[in-house]
């Protein structure tokens, strides 16, 4: 079954703790995406990749870290230095060929909780 | 101001009724328009994919762009309580290096 897969689906981080998300897909995408979404504001952007050993910064990249070391996996880590980590994270995946701009596809997303 | 504006709703309508939602943006360079679908605890679904100016229809959905006015709206023909879940209205230029999102839009279709 192609798609994407975050794991885990709940993830609680005690005060000072990395916590570290979990984001494969099996669909070939080149590009990979990790969003926040907190209520009524929409999917915001916390970093991105297009090709592997390759990220950038998104709108709001502080207190993260990613990795792409292969092209199914693209981990995101909160750092103690986000103070406010409570929200749900969307991992989503684009293929980046030569056809016309293509849409992004969703995982069913992680959601994490200060305990 | 932000980039898209979306209503957030709720919006509240009985079964087999027609449904419009609608987004409005400020960046002229936008070319791709995106509706998403996305259910409690769940990642969004695409929905439709537009380019430019004009109409998509699948099944019972209707995607409209309308350049000129910055504004997309998306029609839902004789809606279902299944259809109940928040709308994500999302769009970019041929060159960003992601979406930008609306803040979406809670649909409750009554039975």
């Known amino acids: 079954d192609g798609g994407i897969t975050q794991s885990p689906k709940y993830l609680f981080r005690k005060e000072g703790q990395n916590v570290t998300l979990s984001c494969e897909q099996n669909?070939?995408?080149?590009?990979m995406y990790w969003y926040r979404q907190d209520p009524g504001q929409g999917l915001r952007l916390i970093y991105y990749?297009?090709?592997?050993?390759?990220?950038q910064k998104g709108d709001i990249a502080e207190g993260y870290s990613v990795s792409r070391e292969k092209k199914e996996s693209f981990p995101l880590t909160v750092t103690s230095a986000q103070k406010n980590p409570t929200a749900f994270y969307l991992c989503?995946?684009?293929?980046?060929?030569?056809?016309?701009?293509?849409?992004?596809?969703f995982g069913d997303g992680t959601r994490l909780s200060i305990l | 101001q932000k980039e898209v504006e979306q209503d957030p709703g709720p919006l509240s309508v009985p079964e087999g009724a027609i449904v419009s939602l609608n987004c409005t943006y400020s960046?002229?360079?936008?070319?791709?328009f995106m509706w998403y679908r996305q259910y409690s605890r769940k990642g969004p679904e695409l929905l439709m994919y537009?380019?430019?100016?004009g109409n998509k229809e699948d099944g019972r959905f209707t995607a409209q762009v309308d350049k000129s006015s910055k504004y997309i709206s998306l029609f839902i023909r004789d809606s279902q309580p299944s259809d109940s879940a928040t709308y994500l209205c999302?769009?970019?230029?041929?060159?960003?290096?992601?979406?930008?999102f609306g803040s979406g839009t809670r649909l409750q279709v009554q039975p």
């Open positions: 989503a995946s684009r293929d980046l060929g030569t056809r016309s701009n293509q849409p992004q596809h």
């Open positions: 669909l070939n995408h080149d590009a």
């Open positions: 990749s297009q090709i592997v050993n390759d990220f």
């Open positions: 960046n002229s360079a936008f070319q791709y």
């Open positions: 537009t380019y430019s100016s």
């Open positions: 999302a769009m970019t230029d041929t060159g960003r290096r992601a979406l930008t």
